[in-house]
DNA sequence: TTCTTTGCAGATAAAACACTCTTAAAAGCG
DNA sequence: CGCTTTTAAGAGTGTTTTATCTGCAAAGAA
């Protein structure tokens, strides 16, 4: 079950291991969370830009530059992070990839999606950066723990 | 939030309009799903070929031929369609994508994720394709509805 | 100022996914 | 048998996603 794109994916790894060294350093360099999550450094930057653009960091360009959190984890929702990534309709997709399918005209797994998206929803629109950030090692966002 | 392919929604409709089709043929011709679901008659084709060598599906080639269940659609759950077009690890993947992720070395995510993951594989594993297929009408499975 | 370090923006390349085509094989019908 | 209808199998094409490269702009330090 591939929910997440992996933009998303590797989005969150950074923001996550940023969660966990936020008080080490004002500014994090995006080479080395490249370095340190084994992700394409080309690929992070781009990422980290789209989050940059979308006001959730803050980059700052130079000697001991870096990226940093512009709201503070506590109120980043999971939710925030995957509708700047995925789109804003992240939540409001047909199983069946159906564009009709709606209350209006419900394909016939409608319903039941409707619900198990729904809570699936609830707990990403309630679930912050920092609480997942706090969860676990650093070294169980590398790709080789 | 995109949890299957293209493969499995197409998949997955045709077998459900199949439910709602199956007194009155036996067969249903591949070339018939693909017209009247707006499938390609060729990716169709691909996906029902696999969906029979899974033994989900009969064949039968020649005039009037087409595909038939092989188990009737009561006894064919959301998963086992599933299962057979994303693979079997299906519901057992890192929401972070990281391959190491598990009891052993979760990732923050982890317990997170696996509560989800449990309880959208518990409705895939009960649900099957006979109750959802009696859902709503027909017409609701095509593109334009 | 000049050099180094860092992120930004746009272009290009590779890989994965979605889709199409062609030929073959099976089954029925005259 | 020869002809038509239908699925099977494998190769080929197109599109989207993922990853890389190149040139540039900002900021600090010598």
Redesign the pocket.
């Known amino acids: 079950m ?1 929910v997440l ?3 998303s994916e ?1 989005g969150l790894r950074a923001l996550l291991y940023m969660v966990r060294k936020q008080n080490e350093q004002e ?7 490249s370095e340190q999550l084994d ?5 992070l ?2 990422i ?2 789209t989050l ?2 979308a006001n959730l960091l803050v ?9 940093a959190f512009k709201v503070p984890p506590e109120k980043i929702m999971l939710s925030d992070v995957v509708r700047v990534l995925e789109g804003s309709d992240f939540f409001d997709k047909c199983l069946l990839g159906l564009p009709g399918c709606g209350e209006m005209a419900p394909c016939p797994m409608h319903e039941f999606w409707k619900e198990i998206k729904g809570a699936l929803k609830q707990e990403f629109d309630t679930t912050s950066l920092a609480e997942m950030g706090h969860n676990a090692q650093i070294r169980s966002l590398r790709l080789i723990p």
Chains 1, 2 share one sequence.
């Open positions: 591939k794109s992996k933009s590797y500014y994090v360099s995006i080479r080395d969370l992700i394409s450094f080309y690929f930057t781009k980290l830009q940059t653009q980059s700052y360009r130079g000697p001991n530059g870096g990226i």
